[in-house]
T-cell receptor
Framework: GEQVEQLPSSLIVQEGASVLINCSYTDSASVYFPWYKQEPGKRLQFIIDIRSNMERKQNQRLTLLFDKKTKHLSLHITATQPGDSAIYFC????????????FGSGTKLTVEP | DPKIIQKPKYLVAVTGSEKILICEQYLGHNAMYWYRQSAKKPLEFMFSYSYQKLMDNQTASSRFQPQSSKKNHLDLQITALKPDDSATYFCASSQGQGAYEQYFGPGTRLTVL
């Protein structure tokens, strides 16, 4: 079945640093890649997405890069703050079941002051 | 933000019993979903509904039955509970089917003894 691999599983950085979270998928019929953030004790929160006809999308300090050829995505977070500490999940949906999201195992980001 | 409500927040059940997890959304969305997050696996898609009709079912077991009495309700009935069913169950909704941002509820943490 479809799989989404996410690395690293955890990251600890100092405030102000940049981080990179990587995600890869197995199915070529990919269409949509939303990313979510889950702070401790809180619900998953949508942060950014990209569709398969795009290569790059930016939302403030978040930049999402997509390489269709290598089936790889990267989420770049710049100028990290302690409030960015959370688990970050990549996900993907594939044709024809657009509604079905497959999630990676998550990256736990800790930003130390 | 209480726009997606899940009840109860915590639930303890005994093996073999039956429970219903409640989900209501007040976002005016037409599509609703159930996901499961356990310690052993990444967040897993279970069901999707659109206009109260089942669209996708990725759950192998018939012990899990979604129920939609109203457009903004999608409850999850689980019968013959097993310890392996212990997980946090998340409800989500989106504007429509397909590649739309999904909004997640706070989850119901189910423990089966």
């Amino acid at each position: 079945g479809e799989q989404v691999e996410q690395l690293p599983s955890s990251l600890i950085v100092q405030e102000g640093a940049s981080v990179l979270i990587n995600c890869s998928y197995t199915d070529s019929a990919s269409v949509y890649f939303p990313w979510y953030k889950q702070e401790p004790g809180k619900r998953l929160q949508f942060i950014i997405d990209i569709r398969s006809n795009m290569e790059r999308k930016q939302n403030q300090r978040l930049t999402l890069l997509f390489d269709k050829k290598t089936k790889h995505l990267s989420l770049h977070i710049t100028a990290t703050q302690p409030g960015d500490s959370a688990i970050y999940f990549c996900s993907a949906s594939f044709m024809p079941n657009y509604n079905v999201l497959y999630f990676g195992s998550g990256t736990k980001l800790t930003v130390e002051p | 933000d209480p726009k997606i409500i899940q009840k109860p927040k915590y639930l303890v059940a005994v093996t073999g019993s039956e429970k219903i997890l409640i989900c209501e959304q007040y976002l005016g969305h037409n599509a609703m979903y159930w996901y499961r997050q356990s310690a052993k696996k990444p967040l897993e898609f279970m069901f999707s509904y659109s206009y109260q009709k089942l669209m996708d079912n990725q759950t192998a077991s018939s012990r899990f039955q979604p129920q939609s009495s109203k457009k903004n309700h999608l409850d999850l009935q689980i019968t013959a509970l097993k310890p392996d069913d212990s997980a946090t169950y998340f409800c989500a909704s989106s504007q429509g089917q397909g590649a739309y941002e999904q909004y997640f509820g706070p989850g119901t943490r189910l423990t089966v003894l």
